[in-house]
């Protein structure tokens, strides 16, 4: 999960990530998708889950479910085990309307 640079006055985005055997080539369908959030997430302490089972991926907002990535093979399934990595960085410029 990633929180994407807002622009000022429009909602925040989160974005999930998928990668299949390490790949994060693009080549993947749904590897990235962006939500907007309901609420201001720097306000105050939030719930944000993954639930990983051998049958799907669901990505939820305050046990909300934002995504579903179901299992339809072990080709375009994750099978490695799951791992946080944690990072700030500045990618304004592609993360909103070109850094505005």
Do not use: C
Request: charged residues 20%; neutral net charge; hydrophobic residues 35%.
């Amino acid at each position: 999960m990633e929180f994407l640079v807002t622009t000022f006055g429009k909602p925040y985005t989160l974005q999930t990530n998928l990668y299949i055997r390490g790949s994060g080539d693009g080549k993947i369908i749904g590897r990235e998708m962006k939500f907007h959030l309901w609420f201001d997430p720097t306000t105050d302490f939030h719930h944000y889950i993954i639930l990983w089972s051998p049958k799907e991926i669901v990505f939820l907002v305050h046990d909300v479910p934002i995504r579903r990535y179901p299992r339809k093979s072990d080709a375009t399934f994750p099978l490695r085990p799951m791992w946080v990595n944690g990072s700030i960085w500045d990618a304004s410029s592609w993360t909103t309307e070109d850094g505005n």
